[in-house]
């Protein structure tokens, strides 16, 4: 029996969200604020959105009937991180409404997939060759020349599944390292930045976007986020105007972000998308008045959007592994989020820190 | 066995919370952002704070048991409300800290022995005086005169066990209408407005305090809390005295609200102390890069202050009611909290919202 999203899920309904991690955690604190409901379901006992839920699942997502019973306890279901199983979220999809739609979903498991997809629309990537044996990588690397990136077409997330190579001899290493998993080789831009842009679209194709975050990486993981970056009006336009086209061919419900590469000649290249809030967004939650957590509630649950005006400027910063130990010093320094993780391996996102700043226009 | 808080509760730690009402349920969401558990305690099935909380005790105040084994789970304790009762704190206090400490609790149970200990504190109120029996309610209004508010000393809250009086026969009668339970009868401050001061103090006796809103009452019940209030930087820095003077004379840690009246020739007139967050401080959340909420949870886990600065101006509403069935249009109009309250009942406080202006200088 698949349930509709007819209207909009009124307050005191239950939300579903698929995962347990840091982002499920801040959506369900962002549904609360909202009055809402949050069932959580994950494979993992000792996950940080558990905490804050006040309905858990903990079941494998290949469990149909613990996914059957989820499903039909909740008014809307979503999901928080891209590598939950197409099968699963098309299970749920079947019994009640689930937003972003599987479709969004099997695209961005999919690198050579979303990047064709992306490419399609008629907006910019970098140049990439699928490559699934010894030949194509040797043949791609000679088309592409380099410096290039090999990166596996799955599961990749925080640079896993990546590497820069620079000779024919290295990428071969580098795709045997990865089992010969069928992969993309990407030219290696040169970029000047990155940049991220997080929109929403709504059940009655609403969409609007937050001014997108300068993104700095170490190590391929986020370090920090800081709003303005430095692009033009016109090429914060164009950054919206992307994520838009690639939104609305999805039909897409819920936050969208779209990672992008700014060359030094000031063109933005589309790096990848991810069907979900992110980490480049978390300034949103003190420099706005609705954050991308309460955005992508709204839109799942059918309600109108909020505004994605900031009244501050901010730097948000990543705690990564045993940075978080130094708890009571970074609480002293702006606002702290910490996510209930109990161990600090190295690069495991344990918080975050924003800093506000007074407004500058864009 | 007494567990001391010699040392912060550190991340992963769990607090407790007695009550579980809007400002538990604030309380908890405040406190999972700084990566803490938090195990509510309530008497109620349905407290809004169960659903956001990682553990639940429903069992009655007076239970010795379920408190113990409450107490025995938390690294530290608090109350949401004053009424919870005192011998419950009390017992919860010989087995984890406890803070605010049982006497700021017992002292604001008390209107009389409120106003006489802040009255002894060289701090003004309006005038006011004991009655028990008819014989001294004719004494005290003839003392007084009117108008005179005749407020019951206990369990009195949003206008509860209160009546505005013209005449000693309108007192007499109010006196009969509340059983004759032992009051203070006030003379009637004929204020300019209202203003409320919320401040906080830490383990180590550091205080801090929020710019004080100004407070629209309807029927008894905050209608609307506007920050800055029209206060002179001087006032200001008297009501924030006023609230240290207060908290340090009580040994407090947590937030402490004190309601002032502003009179037409600008002295402020303490009227009531509540020992706790307070619905006058709920723009703190949108408004400050700390809330109210996460203030208290800071100051009885040991942690540091966060800053009290606000960096917009703001105007907080609360939604009563039946009001709350236009949510979906209020949550186009600014920041909407709904508390997960089933039902609308006339004047119940469902949720709030607010909205953020520039700053201007207070």
Not at 36 to 54: G, M, N, T
Not at 121 to 128: E, I, M, R
Request: aromatic residues 6%; proline residues 4%.
């Amino acid at each position: 029996m698949t349930k509709r999203l007819c209207a909009p899920v009124a307050p005191g309904g239950t939300i579903g969200i698929l995962g347990g991690g840091q982002l499920g955690r801040m959506l369900a604190l962002a549904a609360a604020r909202l009055g809402l409901k949050v069932h959580i379901y994950c494979d993992e006992d000792d996950a940080p959105a558990f905490e804050v839920a006040s309905a858990r699942t903990l079941a494998s997502y290949n469990d149909d009937a613990a996914l059957a019973r989820f499903a039909d306890l909740c008014d809307a279901v979503t999901f928080e991180f891209e590598n939950i199983p197409a099968v699963t979220a098309s299970f749920v999809a079947g019994r009640a409404p689930l937003n972003p739609c599987v479709r969004s979903l099997v695209l961005t498991q999919d690198r050579l997939e979303e990047k064709k997809f992306i490419a399609s629309l008629g907006v910019k990537t970098s140049a990439f060759l699928e490559v699934s044996s010894v030949e194509d990588v040797r043949a791609a690397f000679a088309r592409l020349g380099g410096p290039a990136v090999l990166k596996t077409r799955r599961h990749g997330y925080d640079g896993k599944g990546q590497a820069k190579v620079s000779s024919a001899d290295e990428v071969v290493c580098a795709f045997e390292d990865s089992q010969r998993a069928p992969s993309v080789l990407e030219a290696f831009v040169d970029f000047s930045f990155e940049a991220s842009i997080i929109a929403v679209r709504s059940t009655d194709g609403a969409f609007a976007a937050y001014d997108p975050p300068e993104n700095a990486h170490e190590n391929h993981i986020l370090r920090r986020s800081t709003v303005p970056a430095r692009l033009s009006a016109a090429q914060v336009e164009d950054a919206k105007s992307i994520a838009r086209r690639i939104a609305e061919a999805l039909g897409y419900v819920g936050v969208l972000t779209v990672e992008l590469f700014v060359t030094r000649d000031g063109a933005l290249l589309v790096n990848e998308i991810a069907p979900r809030v992110h980490n480049s967004g978390h300034w949103t939650i003190e420099a706005c008045m609705v954050s991308q957590f309460e955005q992508h509630i709204r839109a799942i649950a059918g309600w109108p959007l909020g505004s994605t005006e900031r009244h501050s400027d901010a730097v948000m910063e990543n705690i990564l592994g045993g940075e978080a130990a130094d708890w009571e010093r970074l609480s002293q320094t702006g606002a702290l989020h910490l996510y209930g993780k109990k161990e600090m391996r190295p690069g495991r996102k344990m918080g975050h820190l924003t800093r506000l700043l007074p407004r500058t226009e864009a």
